[in-house]
């Protein structure tokens, strides 16, 4: 696979190019992450693969979870939408294993990978190249691109239709291009996945929205009712988020509601 060799953080996952010359991860060194206190470390591909597999969990008909195992950087997982005229890979994992690429193409491959902010972009690039499939991000979140090479769409503004009745809606917030993705079928009144845009509590009882949740970096009010008033506008009730246990069924609505009106 091309870019085995290449080097990734490990502590968010991202993969960098062959010419990239400085030695912090700008993902890391931002201040909604953070560097580990003994400093920044490298891996590869090649390497993380030697010890590492993907964990494939069915959720539902249509939604499989992708997970490294044993877990590595984040511990983010990508979400995998089956759909009839072509699946998507909502956000991405550091490690792509024969097995895996085996099952997505067994289930017909991917036509694209849509992401909902920075901290899921991993070896996108090799994803892509393995898939042939478009990448889409946000334009807000260009910058932190470090290898995405010529597979991205940025996309502008509030909403990008795709097919199948999916939607991706950018809400901002954590990330300028933060975005979620809207499944209106996946359940009786639509499914969102979310990355991190929102953060489920381990109560299940609370979404916190943040600039940063690692350190605890709050934003403002009023980007909080702005942001409230967006998911006002959409139908759902069902909520994937960033681990594995942010999931919502049934009740999503209820709970960001509640959790929007603890903010005065
Ligand atoms: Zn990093
Ligand atoms: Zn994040």
């Not at 290898?147 to 300028?176: R, T, V």
């Not at 970096?217 to 960033?242: A, M, N, S, V, W």
């Not at 049934?250 to 509601?257: D, G, L, S, T």
Request: proline share 5%; with cysteine; charged share 20%.
């Amino acid at each position: 696979m091309n870019g085995n060799h290449l080097k990734i953080c490990t502590e968010c996952g991202t993969q960098y190019p062959n010419d990239y010359n400085n030695d912090l991860c700008i993902i890391c060194k931002d201040e909604r992450q953070a560097m580990p206190q003994s400093g920044q470390t490298w891996t590869t591909h090649e390497k993380l693969l030697e010890k590492h597999s993907v964990k494939i969990k069915k959720i539902n008909e249509h939604l499989y979870e992708l997970l490294v195992n044993p877990g590595f950087s984040i511990g983010q997982r990508a979400l995998l939408i089956l759909s009839e005229s072509g699946n998507i890979l909502w956000d991405c994992i550091p490690l792509l294993d024969e097995g895996l690429v085996e099952f997505i193409n067994t289930k017909g491959g991917l036509k694209a990978i849509a992401f909902s902010h920075p901290h899921y972009y991993s070896n996108m690039k090799m994803w892509a190249e393995t898939f042939n499939c478009t990448i889409y991000i946000h334009e807000n979140d260009r910058q932190w691109v470090a290898n995405g090479g010529d597979f991205i769409e940025y996309w502008p503004g509030n909403q990008l239709e795709l097919w199948d009745q999916l939607k991706l809606h950018n809400i901002g917030g954590h990330f300028e291009g933060s975005s979620i993705i809207e499944i209106p079928w996946m359940s009786e009144n639509g499914t969102l996945l979310i990355g991190d845009t929102m953060y489920l509590s381990p109560s299940m009882k609370h979404f916190a929205t943040m600039r940063s949740y690692p350190n605890r970096i709050p934003l403002p009010l009023h980007e909080i009712r702005r942001i409230e008033k967006r998911f006002e506008e959409i139908q759902y009730d069902t909520i994937y988020g960033f681990y594995p246990y942010q999931n919502v069924n049934n009740n999503a609505k209820e709970i960001v509601r509640s959790s929007f009106a603890a903010y005065q």
